[in-house]
Structure formats: structure tokens, C-alpha cells
């Protein structure tokens, strides 16, 4: 079992820049593709960012494109998501996720292990 917890989220304003770690307990990170995913009030969970093990094969969803960059080191069992430019509309719970396959998914159902989530507040 892996336990992954999220940190670094807060209140930024429109423009500004965070970065988010996901740090993963009692297990080596290595065999573990990771996504990022986030949640809005009263919508669905959705992809944001995903990288691959070993690899280091990653993507963004089309929103978060030329702003936000994931990022892994495994040495320290601790997952990414640097995020910039910031955008009112980027407001979400955001979710690390993982999965003990080769690469990473798009669907949330593809993921066995969750974080619980750290908030992101960005205010125009």
C-alpha cells in the first residue's frame, strides 16, 4: 500500500506561482507513475498532469499547457507539480494520485492510491 500526501497549496493571486510536492510514505516512488489531478466545487476530478516511472515520460492537460510542469524525484519518494501564471480558473482541490504501471493515465479509474488533497485558492 502507498500513502501519498500533498502539500504546498495556499491562497495566490492571479499571476502568481506554486509549487505542490506529493510525497509518498513507506514505499520507494520508482515503479510508481504519478498523476495530478484536481477538483473544483461542484465538478467532476480531472486530469491535470501525469508523469511516468523510471522514465520520466510526462504530459499536461491542454489548460494547465505552458504553465504548469510535473516533476519526480524518486530519491526523495516525492512527486511535483509546479505551477505558474496562475489563473483564477486553476481554484481546485488538487490530488496526487498513483498507479504501479509503466505510465500514466488520464482517468482517475486507472489509479489505485490518492492523496487527500491540498487546497489552491487563486483570487483575481
Known amino acids: 500500500q502507498v500513502q501519498l500526501v500533498e502539500s504546498g497549496g495556499g491562497l495566490v493571486q492571479a499571476g502568481g506561482s506554486l509549487r505542490l510536492s506529493c510525497a509518498a510514505s513507506e514505499r520507494s516512488l520508482r515503479l510508481y507513475s504519478m498523476g495530478w489531478f484536481r477538483q473544483a466545487p461542484g465538478k467532476g476530478r480531472v486530469f491535470v498532469a501525469g508523469i511516468s516511472r523510471s522514465n520520466g515520460i510526462h504530459g499536461v492537460a491542454d489548460a494547465v499547457k505552458g504553465r504548469f510542469a510535473v516533476s519526480r524525484d524518486d530519491a526523495k519518494s516525492t512527486v511535483y507539480l509546479q505551477m505558474n501564471s496562475l489563473k483564477p480558473e486553476d481554484t481546485a482541490v488538487y490530488y496526487c494520485?498513483?498507479?504501479?504501471?509503466?505510465?500514466?493515465?488520464?482517468?482517475?479509474?486507472?489509479?489505485?492510491?490518492w492523496g487527500q488533497g491540498t487546497q489552491v485558492t487563486v483570487s483575481s
Open positions: 494520485a498513483g498507479r504501479p504501471g509503466e505510465s500514466f493515465h488520464v482517468d482517475t479509474r486507472q489509479y489505485d492510491y
